[in-house]
Protein backbone atom coordinates (compact mmCIF):
# COMPACT_ATOMS: atom_id res chain seq x y z
CA UNK A 1 0.00 0.00 0.00
CA UNK A 2 1.42 3.54 -1.28
CA UNK A 3 1.86 5.90 1.68
CA UNK A 4 1.24 9.52 1.80
CA UNK A 5 2.70 11.34 -1.17
CA UNK A 6 3.68 14.84 -0.85
CA UNK A 7 4.52 17.03 -3.97
CA UNK A 8 6.74 18.44 -4.87
CA UNK A 9 9.33 17.57 -2.33
CA UNK A 10 11.25 21.00 -2.55
CA UNK A 11 10.20 24.28 -3.20
CA UNK A 12 11.78 27.82 -3.80
CA UNK A 13 9.76 30.92 -3.48
CA UNK A 14 10.11 34.75 -3.88
CA UNK A 15 8.81 37.01 -0.55
CA UNK A 16 4.81 37.89 -1.90
CA UNK A 17 4.50 34.98 -3.84
CA UNK A 18 1.73 32.03 -3.12
CA UNK A 19 2.12 28.32 -3.44
CA UNK A 20 0.36 25.21 -3.52
CA UNK A 21 1.27 22.19 -2.21
CA UNK A 22 -0.51 18.52 -2.57
CA UNK A 23 -0.95 15.57 -0.81
CA UNK A 24 -1.92 12.39 -1.46
CA UNK A 25 -3.73 10.00 1.27
CA UNK A 26 -3.30 6.72 1.67
CA UNK A 27 -5.83 4.83 -0.25
CA UNK A 28 -9.08 4.44 2.10
CA UNK A 29 -7.91 7.43 4.42
CA UNK A 30 -10.29 10.35 4.21
CA UNK A 31 -9.48 12.66 6.66
CA UNK A 32 -6.17 14.47 5.61
CA UNK A 33 -4.05 17.11 8.20
CA UNK A 34 -1.82 19.89 7.36
CA UNK A 35 1.45 20.65 9.81
CA UNK A 36 4.61 23.06 10.05
CA UNK A 37 7.81 21.94 10.68
CA UNK A 38 10.39 24.34 11.47
CA UNK A 39 13.07 24.55 14.02
CA UNK A 40 12.06 27.08 16.15
CA UNK A 41 8.51 26.37 16.40
CA UNK A 42 8.73 22.32 16.15
CA UNK A 43 5.57 20.83 14.57
CA UNK A 44 2.77 23.07 14.38
CA UNK A 45 -0.79 21.98 13.29
CA UNK A 46 -2.07 24.17 10.56
CA UNK A 47 -5.60 22.31 9.52
CA UNK A 48 -7.76 19.39 8.95
CA UNK A 49 -10.12 18.06 6.37
CA UNK A 50 -12.50 15.30 6.10
CA UNK A 51 -14.98 14.98 3.90
CA UNK A 52 -13.96 18.27 1.77
CA UNK A 53 -14.94 20.50 4.82
CA UNK A 54 -11.85 21.99 7.38
CA UNK A 55 -12.68 20.33 10.80
CA UNK A 56 -10.01 21.95 12.64
CA UNK A 57 -7.74 24.97 12.03
CA UNK A 58 -4.66 26.04 14.24
CA UNK A 59 -3.27 29.61 14.50
CA UNK A 60 -2.48 29.89 11.91
CA UNK A 61 -2.73 33.62 9.66
CA UNK A 62 -5.55 33.68 6.74
CA UNK A 63 -2.96 33.27 4.37
CA UNK A 64 -2.77 29.99 5.26
CA UNK A 65 -5.77 28.21 3.28
CA UNK A 66 -6.29 24.59 1.92
CA UNK A 67 -8.77 22.13 0.37
CA UNK A 68 -9.85 18.55 -0.25
CA UNK A 69 -10.93 17.11 -3.33
CA UNK A 70 -13.65 14.29 -3.66
CA UNK A 71 -11.07 11.55 -3.89
CA UNK A 72 -9.66 12.80 -0.66
CA UNK A 73 -6.55 14.40 -2.21
CA UNK A 74 -5.77 17.65 -0.54
CA UNK A 75 -4.02 21.17 -1.42
CA UNK A 76 -2.76 23.78 0.87
CA UNK A 77 -2.28 27.18 -0.36
CA UNK A 78 -0.16 29.92 0.98
CA UNK A 79 -0.71 33.38 -0.37
CA UNK A 80 1.85 36.34 0.17
CA UNK A 81 5.13 34.34 1.58
CA UNK A 82 6.91 35.55 3.96
CA UNK A 83 10.46 34.53 5.15
CA UNK A 84 9.11 32.95 8.19
CA UNK A 85 7.12 30.35 6.08
CA UNK A 86 10.02 28.80 5.11
CA UNK A 87 9.69 25.24 6.78
CA UNK A 88 8.72 21.88 5.95
CA UNK A 89 4.93 21.11 5.41
CA UNK A 90 3.85 17.84 6.51
CA UNK A 91 0.51 16.23 5.03
CA UNK A 92 -0.91 13.61 7.38
CA UNK A 93 -3.44 11.03 6.56
CA UNK A 94 -5.81 8.77 8.62
CA UNK A 95 -8.78 6.38 7.92
CA UNK A 96 -11.28 7.55 10.94
CA UNK A 97 -13.32 4.78 11.06
CA UNK A 98 -14.09 3.36 14.68
CA UNK A 99 -13.27 6.48 16.38
CA UNK A 100 -9.89 7.74 17.37
CA UNK A 101 -8.70 4.50 18.36
CA UNK A 102 -8.10 3.30 15.12
CA UNK A 103 -6.98 6.76 13.78
CA UNK A 104 -3.43 7.63 13.85
CA UNK A 105 -1.97 9.82 11.26
CA UNK A 106 0.37 8.91 9.11
CA UNK A 107 2.88 10.74 7.79
CA UNK A 108 4.49 11.78 4.25
CA UNK A 109 8.22 13.09 4.00
CA UNK A 110 6.74 16.60 3.35
CA UNK A 111 7.68 19.40 0.72
CA UNK A 112 10.44 21.90 1.96
CA UNK A 113 9.75 25.20 1.24
CA UNK A 114 12.06 27.92 0.71
CA UNK A 115 10.91 32.00 0.78
CA UNK A 116 14.09 33.82 -0.61
CA UNK B 1 -4.50 25.24 25.54
CA UNK B 2 -2.54 22.32 25.19
CA UNK B 3 1.45 22.38 25.43
CA UNK B 4 3.73 19.04 25.68
CA UNK B 5 7.48 19.65 27.05
CA UNK B 6 10.42 16.83 26.30
CA UNK B 7 12.66 17.37 29.01
CA UNK B 8 15.96 16.16 26.86
CA UNK B 9 17.26 17.97 23.46
CA UNK B 10 20.11 15.47 22.70
CA UNK B 11 20.52 12.47 24.41
CA UNK B 12 23.53 10.17 23.55
CA UNK B 13 24.03 6.70 24.81
CA UNK B 14 26.31 3.83 23.48
CA UNK B 15 24.98 0.06 21.99
CA UNK B 16 22.77 -1.28 25.09
CA UNK B 17 21.93 0.95 27.33
CA UNK B 18 18.10 1.50 29.06
CA UNK B 19 16.46 4.53 26.96
CA UNK B 20 14.18 6.76 28.94
CA UNK B 21 13.16 9.67 27.40
CA UNK B 22 10.65 12.31 29.49
CA UNK B 23 7.80 13.54 28.22
CA UNK B 24 4.96 16.29 30.44
CA UNK B 25 1.81 17.65 28.71
CA UNK B 26 -0.43 20.40 29.98
CA UNK B 27 -4.26 19.28 29.38
CA UNK B 28 -7.04 19.73 31.58
CA UNK B 29 -9.24 16.98 29.59
CA UNK B 30 -8.83 13.64 28.38
CA UNK B 31 -5.60 12.88 26.07
CA UNK B 32 -4.86 10.99 23.39
CA UNK B 33 -1.23 10.44 23.94
CA UNK B 34 1.57 9.23 21.08
CA UNK B 35 5.26 9.01 20.88
CA UNK B 36 6.52 9.27 16.97
CA UNK B 37 9.76 8.72 15.70
CA UNK B 38 11.11 10.39 12.87
CA UNK B 39 14.43 7.97 11.26
CA UNK B 40 17.03 10.15 9.57
CA UNK B 41 15.58 10.82 5.87
CA UNK B 42 12.44 9.14 6.30
CA UNK B 43 8.81 10.66 7.66
CA UNK B 44 7.35 10.70 10.90
CA UNK B 45 6.19 7.21 12.18
CA UNK B 46 4.08 5.97 14.62
CA UNK B 47 5.96 4.14 18.02
CA UNK B 48 2.85 3.81 20.00
CA UNK B 49 -0.32 5.08 21.12
CA UNK B 50 -2.05 5.40 24.16
CA UNK B 51 -6.12 6.13 24.63
CA UNK B 52 -7.34 4.55 27.45
CA UNK B 53 -6.87 1.37 29.58
CA UNK B 54 -3.76 0.07 30.40
CA UNK B 55 -1.26 2.80 31.17
CA UNK B 56 1.66 0.72 29.95
CA UNK B 57 1.76 0.47 26.39
CA UNK B 58 3.97 -1.31 23.99
CA UNK B 59 5.01 -0.01 20.82
CA UNK B 60 7.09 -1.44 17.81
CA UNK B 61 10.44 -2.28 17.72
CA UNK B 62 10.75 -3.27 21.76
CA UNK B 63 9.77 0.63 22.74
CA UNK B 64 7.29 1.02 25.94
CA UNK B 65 5.50 3.60 27.29
CA UNK B 66 3.81 5.00 30.31
CA UNK B 67 1.09 7.09 31.17
CA UNK B 68 1.32 8.40 35.02
CA UNK B 69 -1.83 10.67 34.95
CA UNK B 70 -0.76 13.02 38.44
CA UNK B 71 2.40 13.52 36.75
CA UNK B 72 0.63 14.30 33.75
CA UNK B 73 3.92 12.41 32.10
CA UNK B 74 3.74 9.76 28.77
CA UNK B 75 7.44 8.69 29.21
CA UNK B 76 8.69 6.68 26.46
CA UNK B 77 11.29 3.39 27.08
CA UNK B 78 13.49 0.65 25.92
CA UNK B 79 15.61 -1.61 28.25
CA UNK B 80 18.48 -2.05 25.56
CA UNK B 81 18.87 0.74 22.04
CA UNK B 82 20.49 -0.39 19.01
CA UNK B 83 22.27 1.75 16.90
CA UNK B 84 19.29 1.64 14.75
CA UNK B 85 17.22 3.63 17.01
CA UNK B 86 19.24 6.82 16.02
CA UNK B 87 16.25 9.51 15.60
CA UNK B 88 14.60 12.13 16.45
CA UNK B 89 11.49 10.89 18.75
CA UNK B 90 8.51 13.02 19.14
CA UNK B 91 5.94 13.11 22.08
CA UNK B 92 2.24 14.59 21.27
CA UNK B 93 -0.87 15.05 22.53
CA UNK B 94 -3.96 14.86 21.10
CA UNK B 95 -7.72 15.85 22.70
CA UNK B 96 -10.19 13.31 23.18
CA UNK B 97 -12.23 15.39 21.11
CA UNK B 98 -10.34 15.78 18.05
CA UNK B 99 -7.24 12.88 17.74
CA UNK B 100 -6.02 14.53 14.92
CA UNK B 101 -5.20 18.02 15.76
CA UNK B 102 -1.76 16.89 17.76
CA UNK B 103 0.22 18.99 19.67
CA UNK B 104 3.65 18.20 19.58
CA UNK B 105 7.07 18.26 21.72
CA UNK B 106 9.97 20.25 20.38
CA UNK B 107 11.36 16.78 20.15
CA UNK B 108 14.51 14.94 21.25
CA UNK B 109 17.45 13.67 19.22
CA UNK B 110 18.93 9.89 20.36
CA UNK B 111 22.10 9.11 19.00
CA UNK B 112 23.14 5.58 19.89
CA UNK B 113 27.29 5.13 19.39
CA UNK B 114 27.81 1.81 18.44
Known amino acids: KAGVTQTPRYLIKTRGQQVTLSCSPISGHRSVSWYQQTPGQGLQFLFEYFSETQRNKGNFPGRFSGRQFSNSRSEMNVSTLELGDSALYLCASSLVAGGARNSPLHFGNGTRLTVT | ?114
Not at chain 2, 12 to 39: D, K, M, P, R
Not at chain 2, 63 to 74: G, H, L
Not at chain 2, 103 to 108: K, L, M, P
Open chain 2, 1 to 114: AQSVSQHNHHVILSEAASLELGCNYSYGGTVNLFWYVQYPGQHLQLLLKYFSGDPLVKGIKGFEAEFIKSKFSFNLRKPSVQWSDTAEYFCAVGSSGSARQLTFGSGTQLTVLP
